[in-house]
C-alpha cells in the first residue's frame, strides 16, 4: 500500500498562523483585565419608601384621585457634565472624566427621575408628565435648569438650580433659585449620595411651592382676580 506525501506548508505560513493565534491571546487577555464600570443613580433613597408602597394592595394605591396632579418637565443641566460619565472637579477651572465611574442615565434624567419620585411621595399626588390627565383636576408644571451641578471628591457636592411652579390651566407661576451644598467624604459612592441628599432639599422647597400654589388657588376659587402667588419657599437651618 502506498501513501501520500503530504506537502509542508511553508514556513512563512506557519509563523503568521503563530503570530496571529499569539495575538488573539494577548487581546482576549487584555479584554479581561480591562476595568469594569460602576453605575450610579441618584434614586436609590426612593427603594424603601417605593418598596413600603409597593406592599399595599393595589386598591389601596389606586382607588382615592389625587385633588390636583404634578407635570416635572425634562431638566437642564450644564452641557460639560451632561454625559453619562462622571465628571468631578480637580479645581477651580478643571475638571476630569471619569471612564469607569458613571451615571445609569444621563444627568438630567436621573435629576428628573429622582426628583418626580420625591415630589410625588411628599405630596401623594401622581406626576403625569408625558400621559394624559382629566381637563377638570388642576396640575401643577415643574421646571428646573440646573445651572451648575458640581462634584468635588472629598470635600463636597453642589446643585445650583432655577426652578418654577406654574398652574397649568392658570396664571400664577413661582419662579425660585436654590443652592444647596452637601459636604462628603472620599469616594465615588459618598459623591453621589451628596448629590442625592442635596436634590431631597431641593425637593422639599419645591414640594412647598407646590402646596402654597395649590392652597392658594383653593382659597381664591369663587372670587374674582388671578390672587396673589406666594414667594419662594425656605428651609428652616
Not at 78 to 100: D, F, H, M, S
Not at 142 to 163: C, K, T, Y
Request: charged residues 15%; hydrophobic residues 45%.
Amino acid at each position: 500500500m502506498m501513501f501520500a506525501r503530504l506537502p509542508r506548508p511553508p514556513r512563512g505560513l506557519v509563523r503568521g498562523v503563530a503570530y496571529v493565534g499569539a495575538l488573539a491571546g494577548l487581546v482576549a487577555m487584555t479584554a479581561c483585565s480591562s476595568p469594569s464600570s460602576r453605575f450610579y443613580t441618584l434614586g436609590a433613597d426612593g427603594a424603601s419608601a417605593g418598596a413600603s408602597a409597593s406592599a399595599a394592595p393595589v386598591s389601596a394605591r389606586t382607588s382615592a384621585a389625587p385633588a390636583w396632579l404634578i407635570e416635572v418637565a425634562p431638566i437642564d443641566v450644564p452641557p460639560q457634565v451632561a454625559k453619562t460619565q462622571l465628571v468631578v472637579q480637580t479645581g477651580p477651572t478643571q475638571v476630569q472624566v471619569l471612564e469607569q465611574e458613571r451615571w445609569a442615565s444621563l444627568p438630567g434624567d436621573e435629576i428628573r427621575r429622582a426628583l418626580s419620585t420625591s415630589l410625588t411621595q411628599q405630596l401623594g399626588t401622581i406626576d403625569v408628565y408625558g400621559t394624559a390627565y382629566p381637563d377638570a383636576t388642576a396640575v401643577y408644571r415643574v421646571s428646573m435648569n440646573v445651572q451648575r451641578f458640581e462634584s468635588w471628591p472629598g470635600s463636597h457636592a453642589l446643585i445650583d438650580a432655577v426652578w418654577s411652579v406654574r398652574a397649568v390651566r392658570g396664571a400664577g407661576v413661582m419662579t425660585c433659585r436654590s443652592v444647596v451644598s452637601e459636604p462628603v467624604g472620599g469616594g465615588y459612592d459618598s459623591l453621589v449620595d451628596g448629590h442625592r441628599v442635596a436634590l431631597q432639599q431641593v425637593s422639599l422647597q419645591i414640594a412647598a411651592a407646590v402646596r402654597a400654589m395649590a392652597s392658594a388657588s383653593s382659597a381664591s376659587q369663587g372670587k374674582s382676580g388671578v390672587g396673589s402667588v406666594p414667594g419662594c419657599p425656605s428651609l428652616a437651618s
